[in-house]
């Protein structure tokens, strides 16, 4: 995908903007800056990624994220990434 500017947001009330290789890692980064502000979606909230330009929406859950990021990674280029959104993502019960 490479660094796209991405919207992310749930319930349609809450949305932040990052920069991020992937959909899982807009989720990772949003989810932690989510947290930070008090405002952390549950595991199974819908969550809607846009992607920007041009505008792609996405969307997928918590739960597929962590369930992406548990698994084994399947190149090398996988490892480091899903380390770095465990980080990201470690407050979540």
């Known amino acids: 995908m490479g660094v796209k500017h991405c919207i992310v ?4 009330t809450h949305a932040v903007e990052v920069e991020a290789e ?3 890692e807009a989720v990772a980064l ?4 989510f947290n930070d502000h008090g405002y952390a979606p549950a ?6 990624i846009e992607v920007k330009p041009p505008s792609v929406v996405h969307t997928t859950t918590l739960n597929r994220v962590t369930d992406w990021i548990a698994t084994s990674a399947k190149s090398p ?3 480091p990434l ?3 959104l465990k980080e990201l993502m470690a407050s979540m019960p």
């Open 9 to 12: 947001s749930f319930k349609d």
């Open 22 to 24: 992937s959909l899982y």
């Open 30 to 33: 949003a989810f932690h800056i």
């Open 43 to 48: 595991p199974a909230t819908e969550i809607s």
């Open 77 to 79: 280029k996988d490892t």
């Open 82 to 84: 899903k380390e770095r």
